[in-house]
């Protein structure tokens, strides 16, 4: 990929896309701030430069329609914080106003613009809505890998006005992947969790070429699960995948690779269930309960496979995670990844966020602010926003 480090700052305008989509509160609060701090070292190189900075992002799923509480205006101020300096604010992403504001700029000054998804053209990839952004730098920098795998206006789009040019941050999320992909160190292994399989039936088949074990938790188990001819209450399942949760199942056999799968469970009465659980064997679960985390005897088997793993890939977790009853599995397994001497990569916001509440970041070889451009990125397929940076 172009580097942001080749370009000549002298007198530049520089358009940056990141990703500011940050959780918050009821009350406008930032409960997380890792993708900010992750785009500042691009930030302050580019600013360092004398550069004028004009920063573009969204926030949330505002549906083309301005929203306050979907504001970038917090983000900006706790940016400015971290920086400690000023971050100047504008009312828009486009229009004569913002033009004008940017024109006034100073060398090293920082612009955020308003929220690009209030406008329903960011989305839709609209050409104009594209130049009329692009009219805002004279080089575009991407910075926003969790968005890389949307062609977007903010996202791509503007590469087909200026020359694009990768961030730190997009260099070492795709170099790190890549590497882990096509030059890992055996035994290889992806541990997969969250509740569907639909999304990542390419990522599977993509991942029994590439890993030589891969660990299935989560509400994905499920069908693999029922898949076996296991009985699995009422706990949630993909009904229509059976026959292709069959059939990786015997790709894997016949590539002799290894799926592990639950082998012991919690179980609940529902999702919310405040109770702490019973645990069974995956063949002695009743029907009126659900499956909601991994048991005691899984935890055992994973993480004696992750201790012998040289290259982990983890996304998704293996329980229901947003119930504080059924975070152990996925926790066990955090501490697990950590203690091991592999190459470790964990992508998605509830397997980083699991790593975080832990304190066990450090003990991460990446942790990827992507989710979605993660899973597509191993997966195989070409990221939008990568592609635009690319020679």
């Given at each position: 990929?172009?580097?942001?480090?080749?370009?000549?700052?002298?007198?530049?305008?520089?358009?940056?896309?990141?990703?500011?989509?940050?959780?918050?509160?009821?009350?406008?609060?930032?409960?997380?701030?890792?993708?900010?701090?992750?785009?500042?070292?691009?930030?302050?190189?580019?600013?360092?430069?004398?550069?004028?900075?004009?920063?573009m992002s969204h926030l949330g799923r505002p549906d083309g329609q301005r929203k306050e509480k979907y504001s970038l205006q917090v983000v900006g101020k706790h940016l400015e914080q971290l920086l400690g300096r000023k971050v100047y604010m504008a009312d828009d992403c486009v229009g004569p106003t913002?033009?004008?504001?940017?024109?006034?700029?100073?060398?090293?000054?920082?612009?955020?613009?308003?929220?690009?998804?209030?406008?329903?053209e960011e989305e839709k990839n609209d050409p104009a809505f594209s130049q009329t952004l692009a009219n805002l730098g004279d080089v575009f920098v991407n910075?926003?890998?969790?968005?890389?795998?949307?062609?977007?206006?903010?996202?791509?789009?503007?590469?087909?006005?200026?020359?694009?040019?990768?961030?730190?941050?997009?260099?070492?999320?795709?170099?790190?992947?890549?590497?882990?992909?096509?030059?890992?160190?055996?035994?290889?292994?992806?541990?997969?969790?969250?509740?569907?399989?639909?999304?990542k039936l390419g990522l599977i088949r993509n991942l029994l070429d590439k890993m030589d074990i891969l660990l299935i938790g989560g509400g994905m188990a499920n069908t693999f699960l029922k898949a076996q001819g296991i009985s699995i209450g009422k706990s949630i399942c993909e009904e229509k995948l059976l026959a292709e949760a069959r059939e990786l199942l015997e790709l894997a056999n016949a590539k002799n690779k290894k799926i592990l799968?639950?082998?012991?469970?919690?179980?609940?009465?529902?999702?919310?269930?405040?109770?702490?659980?019973?645990?069974?064997?995956?063949?002695?679960?009743?029907?009126?309960?659900?499956?909601?985390?991994?048991?005691?005897?899984?935890?055992?088997?994973?993480?004696?496979?992750?201790?012998?793993?040289?290259?982990?890939?983890?996304?998704?977790?293996?329980?229901?995670?947003?119930?504080?009853?059924?975070?152990?599995?996925?926790?066990?397994?955090v501490r697990a990844i950590a203690d091991s001497s592999a190459v470790s990569v964990v992508g998605g916001g509830d397997s980083s966020a699991a790593v975080h509440k832990l304190g066990l970041d450090e003990k991460i070889t990446h942790i990827s602010t992507g989710g979605g451009a993660t899973l597509e990125l191993l997966e195989?397929?070409?990221?939008?926003?990568?592609k635009s940076c690319e020679w």
């Open positions: 990929m172009r580097s942001v480090k080749e370009i000549d700052m002298k007198d530049k305008r520089v358009l940056m896309r990141v990703d500011f989509n940050v959780p918050m509160d009821n009350n406008g609060h930032i409960l997380d701030d890792a993708r900010i701090v992750s785009a500042i070292p691009t930030i302050k190189y580019i600013s360092g430069q004398g550069a004028r900075l004009i920063l913002v033009q004008e504001q940017v024109d006034k700029m100073a060398p090293g000054e920082i612009i955020l613009l308003e929220n690009v998804r209030f406008h329903a910075d926003a890998f969790g968005t890389a795998h949307r062609a977007h206006a903010s996202t791509c789009g503007v590469a087909d006005y200026l020359p694009a040019y990768a961030g730190f941050l997009l260099e070492n999320e795709v170099d790190m992947l890549r590497s882990v992909i096509e030059h890992p160190e055996s035994p290889r292994m992806a541990i997969l969790g969250g509740a569907k399989i639909k999304d799968l639950p082998v012991d469970v919690v179980l609940a009465d529902d999702l919310t269930s405040n109770s702490a659980g019973i645990v069974a064997d995956i063949d002695h679960i009743p029907a009126d309960k659900m499956i909601v985390d991994i048991g005691p005897k899984t935890v055992a088997l994973f993480s004696e496979a992750i201790s012998q793993a040289r290259t982990i890939i983890w996304n998704g977790p293996v329980g229901v995670y947003e119930n504080d009853q059924f975070v152990h599995g996925t926790e066990a397994l195989g397929i070409q990221l939008p926003g990568v």
